[in-house]
């Protein structure tokens, strides 16, 4: 793989682009080394399904053992950290930047764009069709339940759902399951890379 490192970014984003609909062994890897060549970083066993839009992944860090399912829409402008053994369902959207629309005497298109970053912890799970919006941070543990809208941040072993996405319930019963659980490190949150 760090052969793959000497290949300029711009040949890695047309490999990207020319293997984003391939379902073979090669599109798989193929997939792999480009957003491992453009990404700030990558780990290993990170897998990118196919039909996956993937735009600045100079502004993304990947865990390992991640995988992103088909058809999702990742737009790291503002940038976004997705942590280990985290699962991303098809036909999510994480959007980093918005539009301003609040600018008199301006239209949306002139007003101006806003980015913020968005932060997956470990062990995380999304489910299909999921929106993520700027600004919001994901804490380990959690689950995002499908066809939701995240605008607030979500809360370490909790699990969401809806639109707006509101507390379904803890993943845990009690403080003790909490607390042994395997993926923390007692900072309740996202880790630094």
């Known amino acids: 793989m760090a052969f793959f ?66 058809f999702c829409y990742i737009d790291a402008i503002g940038g976004i950290e997705i942590g280990d053994n985290t699962r991303i369902a098809h036909n999510c959207s994480i959007i980093t930047g918005q539009h301003k629309f609040d600018v008199p005497d301006k239209t949306i298109i002139d007003s101006g ?32 339940g499908a066809n939701s809208v995240v605008t607030k941040d979500v809360e370490f072993c909790t699990v969401v759902a809806g639109n707006p996405a509101r507390l379904i319930r803890k993943r845990f019963d009690s403080t003790e399951s909490n607390s042994s659980y395997p993926h923390t490190d007692g900072s309740d949150g996202v880790h630094e890379q």
């Not at 970014?9 to 293997?19: D, G, H, K, Q």
């Not at 997939?31 to 990170?46: I, P």
């Open 5 to 70: 490192r000497i290949v300029p970014a711009c040949l890695a984003r047309i490999l990207l682009r020319c293997f984003r609909w391939s379902d073979s062994f090669i599109g798989y890897g193929m997939r792999y080394l480009c957003v491992n060549r453009l990404a700030k970083s990558c780990g290993k066993k990170v897998l990118i399904f196919p039909g996956c839009m993937l735009h600045w992944l100079e502004n993304c860090r990947i865990g390992e053992n991640v995988t992103i399912h088909d």
């Open 113 to 144: 764009y806003v980015c913020k970053p968005v932060s997956i912890g470990s062990d995380v799970w999304i489910g299909t069709g999921t929106v993520i919006l700027q600004g919001i941070t994901i804490h380990d543990g959690a689950v995002v």
